[in-house]
């Protein structure tokens, strides 16, 4: 059965200030428009995971659900994970391979540079550096989640919204 992983990069936040932790910074009017625009893109795309797992930040859970509202898909299906603020590669491998098997299509919604390193060790490609409100798209061939590791997956697609 062929799996597929989005990795989604967060929309753009506030600038941080002294009186505001890294955790709390909230999306800006353009980050909110920016994932909006990502997710009438990925509409278009067939974009359909039965499961978002999303960090706990402000900042990724309003892009959670600004994508959510605009895909027109339930808060239901994502699960918010501490974990994914300051993730490892180990630790954002260790949540896809646990993975329920019945999902053929997930995303997660995490920061920079987790998320863009993540791409890369599990494609082998160069995808660089991962955009506020971008996207990397992410195959696996007869592949179960628990057998997902690095260079195993086929990178299908990276985009972000002009």
């Not at 989005?6 to 753009?12: A, E, K, V």
């Not at 009017?29 to 995971?49: C, H, K, M, V, W």
């Amino acid at each position: 059965m062929k799996r597929k992983l989005h990795l989604i990069r967060h929309s753009y936040a506030e600038n941080p200030t002294n009186s505001q932790s890294d955790i709390d910074r909230r999306l800006t009017l353009e980050g909110q428009t920016t994932i909006r625009a990502l997710g009438r893109y990925l509409s278009n795309q067939g974009f359909d995971p039965s499961k978002i797992l999303c960090s706990t930040a402000a900042r990724t859970r309003e892009t959670a659900i600004n994508l959510l509202e605009e895909l027109d898909l339930s808060e239901r299906i994502v699960d918010y994970l501490e974990v994914i603020y300051n993730a490892s590669l180990r630790e954002l491998l260790a949540l896809v391979n646990a993975c329920d098997g019945g999902h053929k299509e997930i995303a997660i919604i995490g920061h920079n540079p987790a998320i863009t390193f993540f791409g890369e060790y599990l494609t082998g490609a160069a995808i660089g550096n991962m955009q506020p409100s971008s996207i990397v798209s992410v195959e696996f061939d007869k592949m179960k989640w628990d057998e997902v590791s690095q260079g195993n997956g086929l990178f299908k697609s990276h985009y972000h919204p002009n």
